[in-house]
């Protein structure tokens, strides 16, 4: 070995660059090939000492000996030595007598990586220095250079001295204001003066160490351009900093308009009151206040709509001329969803109304009057000139959408070829859906029992790829300690299916198949135990069927992507299994008959008669199981547990007769405090499975669920609710459980909870099963115990009437409200009044939309109480739509 090859191993980086000293490029070339041997020995070795007392020495070593400017840049950014690579100085002196333009070369394919790359920004401006390039604007460089600027605190200056010395500060700066997600680095340095960011780049300008004009363009196309909020934060705070002149702010007033109509909350919020002080001040005209006010007052932003109407009031008491330009774009807010929005446009509209000499303006004005809210609407009738408020105008059609339909499944896949590819698929996204799951586990078994060589085959391309198919250096264990049952239950679908491949490739020994597959597992126990038991037994015993005897096919594969089946297909299966003299897994039959169609009575009973006469013990159980009772629930009732309401179950003999042991825990009660409530499914991977497993009894499903939804709107969780639309989905009794989880996920912290949660609201609405008194009652027990808030609450019924499903959120509104206004009538001081007027106002507007007529107990005391509150006007609101009488 040589004297630099051994420096290097030994990790002697002053030796081994001093051996490189004075030797031709060509002499360094000869020992690329033994450090790229090294490198690569060193990738596969554990991450101990030796390694990285190495990799410094071979780092510096391998830059020395690169003399290609590609080459070079690409050892010294190698992201294998990231982490104990030499240090920049010791770079700089290496390359330091190199010629100047392959040192630019080597600066600007540095400075071209990505930030990710972690290039030394001392590296890359010490090159630039060699050099004498120009400098680079690159992300990777001008994120540099922000932190390294920013972060020299042992110098004893500030941000802006350094600033002032720096020679290529006007580039950089140009090119902050171009680079992407920024607003970290620049606000890291966070105080104010001199050494922050927005003070001294305003400061520097105001000297004319950085060009004004320039400096202002750039900062407003870049709020124009967008980006994150902390982006949109930093960059408008500069150009606050920059305090600009009336003169400045009039030259941008289109930039401000678009600011004010597509620009972030704060931004726009910035470019509003710019634009209102040029109008209060006469220098915006009324067509550009026209046009600035049809975009914001679109915005969602109420506050920003709010302060766009005092805007126009000013600008209209001022010049009495605007009138009419700006009332037809003022009446745009009677089209808002919020009914003050639209009481305060009417107000204006009616005050400057007499300002406006042209026919087709106060036509124009009447006409989109018919936006109001039927109690403004009707008062625009005399003020405006609007039509009169008829019946049928106020009703309006309820619009649910479509109830879904279960998907068919599709066969398993025909090849094996065509199965490795669906099941590389699958892995990739943890196991996919249902349906994908169900026929990637079918066409497993059938391949295997048909030409098991074949399979394993097409399955090379997939294994291959597994954590499990190789026994890395350094692997604690073997996939066999991995998959045992005692040590891991199955945290999603793809974590089964890898149990399923590795026994193909005897990577699992047989008795840990049969531990799996015929040992009652207890261990920790859970709220979805019952259900993740059933899960587990059933891809144990596959394993181990495929490992001692294959089976022909499954016969629990559901014909819906729900997990229902078809009797006549299972009874198909069954015969098949007769042809064949194969022998019936015990499991797969009992997850068969608990997916089994039953309640399509005529269907069962005729399957029935064929099953009976397979002259098989199957096929008499499933006579039996057919023509028995349809699948019942238990009894049931409801329990709190601090704040949560949660629903016990009673016990289900059908589930526990004639059941292997580790499915009977389905039909044993479910209590409140009973059991240990520790949970070790921390994802939600598996509930689509578990709803699968009890296709037409989801209460069951549904009460062991209770727990984990609760959590979205009691301790702010995120994603717990996103089963919901498919227990809606699922058949079966929609029951306490069901209406509770739903009830839970209305009120989550999330939006995108909220979300899932009423679109389940609207396909239990659509398929006539949703219980608009229970929902309704639910809620009002659950805002008043402090579990759900008002306001997300509001937020999630105002997303479902505005898909037209008015009459249905009224109906679940109502009672959920007679229960929050008695404790107002009480002369109490509940917690939940904050956001009830929020409530009171969707209520308000689905009563109007859909002709709701008749009393609400307690409304008319709350509606009477003095003050302008949200709650008491839109309680005012409400009262008069429920007693209004309309025209024939």
Not at 43 to 62: D, I, N, Q, T, V
Not at 481 to 493: M, P
Not at 774 to 784: S, Y
Request: with cysteine; aromatic share 4%.
């Amino acid at each position: 070995m040589s004297s630099l090859m051994e420096a290097v191993r030994a990790g002697r980086t002053a030796e081994a660059v001093g051996l490189l000293d004075g030797l031709t490029d060509a002499e360094r070339r000869a020992f690329l090939p033994e450090l790229k041997a090294l490198r690569k020995e060193l990738r596969k070795a554990p991450w101990e000492e030796p390694s990285r007392r190495a990799y410094p020495a071979l780092h510096a070593a391998g830059a020395a000996c690169e003399t290609g400017a590609a080459a070079a840049a690409t050892w010294i950014a190698a992201s294998d030595m990231r982490w104990s690579q030499s240090s920049p100085a010791l770079l700089l002196h290496i390359l330091g007598d190199r010629d100047t333009a392959w040192l630019a070369d080597v600066t600007h394919r540095l400075a071209g990586r990505p930030a990710s790359s972690s290039v030394p920004y001392e590296l890359m401006a010490g090159l630039v220095r060699l050099s004498g390039c120009p400098v680079p604007t690159t992300d990777a460089y001008v994120r540099g250079w922000v932190e390294h600027t920013g972060h020299l605190w042992q110098r004893g200056d500030t941000l802006l001295d350094r600033l002032r010395k720096d020679p290529h500060l006007a580039e950089l700066v140009a090119a902050v204001f171009e680079t992407e997600d920024i607003g970290s680095p620049l606000e890291w340095t966070s105080a104010d003066g001199p050494n922050g960011w927005v003070d001294a780049l305003a400061l520097l300008t105001t000297e004319g160490a950085l060009d004004r004009k320039h400096t202002v363009d750039a900062c407003v196309a870049r709020l124009l351009r967008g980006g994150t909020t902390l982006d949109n934060r930093v960059f408008l705070r500069v150009l606050k900093a920059l305090a600009l002149t009336r003169e400045e702010e009039r030259e941008r007033i289109a930039d401000w308009q678009a600011l004010a109509s597509d620009a972030v909350s704060m931004v726009a919020a910035h470019a509003q009151s710019v634009l209102g002080s040029l109008a209060l001040d006469g220098e915006l005209t009324p067509r550009r206040l026209a046009e600035m006010s049809d975009a914001v007052l679109f915005r969602p932003e109420k506050k920003l709509v709010r302060a766009q109407l005092v805007l126009l009031g000013k600008a209209l008491a001022r010049d009495a001329s605007a009138a009419e330009e700006v009332l037809p774009a003022l009446a745009q807010a009677f089209a808002h969803e919020d009914a003050e929005v639209q009481e305060r446009a009417l107000k204006l509209v009616e005050r400057h109304l007499k300002k406006v000499d042209s026919p087709d303006v106060r036509a124009e004005l009447a006409g989109a009057a018919d936006q109001l809210v039927p109690a403004l609407r009707a008062r625009a009738v005399d003020s405006l000139g609007a039509a009169p408020v008829t019946a049928a105008s106020l009703v309006h059609e309820e619009m649910l959408p479509p109830a879904p339909e279960a998907a068919r499944l599709a066969p398993a896949p025909g090849s094996a070829v065509e199965l490795g590819e669906e099941l590389g698929a699958l892995l990739a996204t943890e196991g996919g859906d249902v349906a994908a799951f169900e026929r990637a586990l079918d066409g497993l078994v059938r391949h295997a029992y048909q030409d098991r060589d074949a399979l394993l085959e097409a399955l090379g391309p997939v294994v291959a790829r597994r954590w499990w198919a190789d026994d890395a250096p350094g692997y604690p264990q073997r996939p066999d300690d991995h998959f045992s049952r005692s040590h891991h239950a199955f945290g999603s679908a793809a974590y089964a299916l890898d149990l399923l491949l590795a026994t193909l490739l005897d990577r699992v020994r047989t008795v840990t198949l049969h531990n799996g597959a015929h040992h009652d597992h207890r261990g920790r126990e859970c709220g979805h135990s019952a259900l993740t038991r059933v899960f587990d037994t059933r891809v144990w015993d596959v394993a181990y069927r495929l490992r001692a005897e294959p089976l022909p096919l499954l016969l629990a594969t559901p014909s819906w992507s729900t997990g229902l089946l078809e009797p006549d297909e299972l009874v198909d299966r069954l015969d098949t299994y007769r042809r064949l003299g194969a022998r019936v897994s015990d499991t797969d039959f009992a997850q068969a008959l608990l997916r089994v169609r039953r309640e399509d009575r005529a269907a069962a009973t005729a399957a029935a008669g064929r099953a009976e006469a397979l002259g098989t013990p199957e096929g008499t159980r499933l006579a039996r199981w057919l023509t028995s009772e349809s699948p019942t629930l238990p009894l049931s009732r409801r329990r709190t547990a601090g704040l949560r309401i949660v629903v016990e179950l009673g016990e289900l003999l059908d589930l526990q007769e004639d059941f292997p042991a580790e499915f009977r825990a389905l039909g044993k009660p479910v209590t409140a405090y009973g059991g240990h409530w520790y949970c070790y499914h921390w994802g939600q991977d598996l509930q689509r499975h578990w709803l699968a497993i009890l296709p037409e009894r989801r209460e069951l499903v549904a009460a062991r669920l209770v727990r984990d939804v609760s959590a979205v709107a009691l301790d702010d969780t995120r994603g717990a609710a996103a089963v919901l639309p498919l227990l809606a989905e699922s058949e079966g009794l929609a029951g306490q459980a069901t209406h509770l989880c739903l009830a839970y996920g209305l009120g989550a912290r999330h939006p995108e909870d909220r979300l899932a949660a009423v679109d389940a609201l609207l396909v239990l609405a659509a398929r006539g099963q949703l219980d608009v008194d229970r929902l309704g009652e639910d809620l009002g027990e659950l805002v008043r115990s402090g579990a759900v808030k008002p306001s997300r609450l509001a937020d999630s019924v105002r997303t479902g009437a505005a898909t037209g499903a008015n009459a249905t959120i009224w109906g679940i509104l109502r009672h959920t409200l007679t229960a929050l206004l008695a404790d107002l009538d009480a002369d109490a001081k509940p917690a939940h009044t904050q956001g009830l007027g929020d409530l009171l106002g969707v209520a308000a507007e689905c009563a109007e939309r859909s002709g709701a007529r008749g009393e609400l107990p307690h409304l008319a005391q709350t509606a009477a109480r003095s003050g302008s509150s949200r709650l008491v006007t839109q309680a005012r609101r409400l009262r008069s739509t429920l007693v209004a009488e309309v025209a024939a």
